[in-house]
């Protein structure tokens, strides 16, 4: 299984099927995260769709977990 660093590079060289898998992955947790904040389904719905939306509009310039790609001391 490739880690999501891996699947954000790929995306990065263009293999969009990339972020579909890394939205596989991630869907269940950040749906349930945004349940237990708001309490609705719908609206969790809502929130998790806009996490990922937001995710995907950005994520060509993502450099990392860390600043500047590098973990802090």
């Known amino acids: 299984m490739k880690t999501d660093d891996e ?10 099927e990339a ?16 349940y237990r904040l708001v309490g609705k389904k ?12 937001k995710a995907w509009k950005n994520l060509s310039r993502f450099n990392g977990f860390f600043p500047n790609g590098k973990p802090l001391k």
């Open 7 to 16: 699947l954000i590079a790929e995306y990065q060289r263009g293999r969009e």
């Open 19 to 34: 972020f579909a898998e890394l939205v596989e992955r991630h869907l269940r947790g950040v749906y349930a995260f945004a």
């Open 42 to 53: 719908e609206e969790a719905e809502d929130v998790a769709q806009e996490t990922f939306v």
